[in-house]
C-alpha cells in the first residue's frame, strides 16, 4: 500500500506561480516514478508530467512544457511541481500518482493516487 497526499494548491493569478508537494508513504519511495496529472471540469484525466525514480528524466506535457518543472527528493520522499507562467486554462484538480509500469503519459499506467489538489487560475 501507498499513501499519497497532495497539497500546495490555491487560487493565483495567471501569470503567477505555484509549487505543488505529494508526499509519499508505505513503500520505498525512491524505486518508483511517479506522475502528476490533472483533471479539469468536464474534461478527462490528462498528464502532466513524470519523473523517473531517480530525477535524472522527466517528461512533460506540451502544454506545460517550458513553464511547469518536476523534481523530487527522495529522503523527503516527496516529489513537487513547480508551476510558474499558469495560464487560466491550468486550472484543474492536480493528482500525484505511482507508477507501476509501461506509458508515462497514460492513467493506467499508474496504481496509487493521492486524493488531489485544487489549482485555480484566474484571469
Known amino acids: 500500500q501507498v499513501q499519497l497526499v497532495e497539497s500546495g494548491g490555491g487560487l493565483v493569478q495567471a501569470g503567477g506561480s505555484l509549487r505543488l508537494s505529494c508526499a509519499a508513504s508505505g513503500r520505498t519511495f525512491s524505486s518508483y516514478a511517479m506522475g502528476w496529472f490533472r483533471q479539469a471540469p468536464g474534461n478527462e484525466r490528462e498528464f502532466v508530467s513524470a519523473?523517473?525514480?531517480?530525477?535524472?528524466?522527466?517528461y512533460y506535457a506540451d502544454s506545460v512544457k517550458g513553464r511547469f518543472t518536476i523534481s523530487r527528493d527522495n529522503a523527503k520522499n516527496t516529489v513537487y511541481l513547480q508551476m510558474n507562467s499558469l495560464k487560466p486554462e491550468d486550472t484543474a484538480v492536480y493528482y500525484c500518482a505511482v507508477h507501476s509500469g509501461g506509458t508515462y503519459y497514460m492513467d493506467t499506467s499508474y496504481d496509487y493516487w493521492g486524493q488531489g489538489t485544487q489549482v485555480t487560475v484566474s484571469s
Open positions: 519523473i523517473s525514480w531517480s530525477g535524472g528524466t522527466a
